[in-house]
C-alpha cells in the first residue's frame, strides 16, 4: 500500500501529503498515522506550521473508508469509530500551530470533517466539498456538524447538512468556508 501520509518539513512548514489511493478514504489507519503526526508535530518546536494535502489529483478526501463502516456490527463500535475521529480532529482543531487544508478535488464526508478541523481551508478551483453521506442515511460522525455550523449561517449549514450537496469551490469562497 506504501506510505498513507506522506511526509517533508522544509523552512519550519510540515507537508503532510494523504496517499490512499484511489479516493483517500480515511481508514483506520490512516487516522491513526494522522494522529501520531499531530502529536509529533504539536511538540517539535521546529515544526510552525502543517499543510494537509493530496497526492490524488481528483481526491482531497473522500470520506470514511465504507469498507470499514460496513464492518462495523453494533452501537458500541459505531460509537468508538466515530469519538475516535473526533478525538483525532480534535486534536488538530485546537493545535497551537496552524493547519491548512490545501483542498483539490472532492473533499467529501469526513474529509471535509477533516478540512474544516484545520484553521484555513485553501481550495483549488476544481474542489468540491461537502457531507454526502446523510444520503447514505449516515451523519457527520467526526464533528463536522459542530463545525460547519460554526463557520456558515444556521441556514446555508442546515441546508448544507440535510441535503448532503457539494459545494464548487467558488460557491465555498463566496459562503467563506475556504480562501
Not at 517533508?8 to 494522529?35: F, G, M, Y
Not at 451523519?139 to 441535503?163: E, N, V
Request: with cysteine.
Amino acid at each position: 500500500m506504501g506510505t498513507l501520509i506522506q511526509t517533508l518539513i522544509e523552512d519550519q512548514t510540515a507537508l503532510w501529503t494523504l496517499n490512499h489511493p484511489p479516493v483517500n478514504a480515511l481508514s483506520k489507519k490512516l487516522l491513526e498515522k494522522l494522529d501520531l503526526l499531530v502529536d509529533q508535530a504539536n511538540a517539535d518546536p521546529n515544526i510552525r506550521t502543517v499543510v494537509l494535502a493530496s497526492g490524488l489529483q481528483t481526491y482531497f478526501a473522500a470520506g470514511a473508508d465504507i469498507r470499514e463502516l460496513q464492518q462495523i456490527s453494533n452501537k458500541a463500535e459505531g460509537k468508538k469509530y466515530a469519538e475516535r475521529g473526533q478525538e483525532i480532529l480534535q486534536k488538530i482543531e485546537s493545535a497551537s500551530k496552524p493547519f491548512i487544508a490545501a483542498v483539490e478535488g472532492f473533499c467529501l464526508g469526513g474529509g471535509f470533517e477533516l478540512a474544516l478541523a484545520c484553521h484555513f481551508r485553501i481550495a483549488g478551483t476544481e474542489a468540491h466539498l461537502g457531507l454526502p453521506e446523510v444520503n447514505l442515511g449516515l451523519i457527520p460522525g467526526f464533528g463536522g456538524i459542530q463545525r460547519l455550523a460554526g463557520k456558515l449561517t444556521s441556514d446555508r449549514a442546515l441546508h448544507l447538512m440535510l441535503t448532503g450537496k457539494h459545494l464548487p469551490a467558488e460557491e465555498a469562497l463566496e459562503q467563506g468556508l475556504v480562501t
